[in-house]
């Protein structure tokens, strides 16, 4: 099976900072690779699909991009709700494995 | 709305079986497929598996293979995951998630098991 790693797996920036989040497949899968936002206590919601599509109002302070199978989740300017976890989730074919999860905190 | 409603809260011993109910309203079930997805406390998401809303097919993780079985029923717009032979390490929230991914990508709510003699 294909796995997924995450990097960094928790991260603590300031209000307006640039973060970036990395997910690795270990084998190619296209751009068939997703990002969740989980916030403490709520369900996860789906921010971008296909790579690089932002869901309908998602902030456009989130985006993502690809390079191979290298995939980067990128918020511009960091805001206080954005505190979450933070996972991806290739879906080429099953298992959707997701990553071990990226933790984001507000300095 | 596109809503998915899960059954509540259960406790479990174990050993023994559970199944979780996850209802869908707003879009036309047979034209999407369900997946089910678990997350144990303090701990990250976890694959489970899939059933698609048209035919039925079902792919499960490795993990659960033998274990799990996912069902659907069209005319109730539901999807059914039973887990058996629970172990404490079954504790978990369980969700159900439409699939597969669009502009709207609807998850439940999520249901509570907890496996504990």
């Known amino acids: 099976d294909i796995q997924m790693t995450q990097s960094p797996s928790s991260l603590s920036a300031s209000v307006g900072d640039r973060v970036t989040i990395t997910c690795r497949a270990s084998?190619?899968?296209?751009?068939?690779l997703a990002w969740y936002q989980q916030k403490p206590g709520e369900v996860p919601k789906l921010l971008i699909y296909?790579?690089?599509t932002l869901q309908s109002g998602v902030p456009s302070r989130f985006s993502g991009s690809r390079s191979g199978a290298h995939f980067t989740l990128t918020i511009s300017s960091l805001q206080p709700e954005d505190v979450a976890t933070y996972y991806c989730q290739k879906y080429n074919s099953p298992p959707f494995t997701f990553g071990p999860g990226t933790k984001v905190d507000v300095k | 709305q596109i809503q998915l409603v899960q059954s509540g809260t259960e406790l479990k011993k174990p050993g023994a079986s559970v199944k979780v109910s996850c209802t869908a309203s707003?879009?036309?079930?047979?034209?999407?497929?369900i997946i089910w997805v678990r997350q144990a406390p303090g701990q990250g998401l976890e694959w489970m598996g899939w059933i698609s809303g048209n035919n039925g097919n079902t792919k499960t993780a490795q993990k659960f293979q033998g274990r799990v079985t996912m069902t659907k029923d069209t005319s109730a717009s539901t999807a059914d995951m039973e887990l058996r032979s629970l172990r404490s390490d079954d504790t978990a929230v369980y969700y159900c998630?439409?699939?597969?991914?669009?502009?709207?990508?609807?998850w439940g709510q999520g249901t509570l098991v907890t496996v504990s003699s």
């Open positions: 998630a439409r699939w597969p991914l669009d502009d709207s990508a609807p």
């Open positions: 084998q190619g899968i296209s751009n068939y």
């Open positions: 296909a790579a690089s």
């Open positions: 707003g879009y036309t079930f047979t034209n999407y497929g």
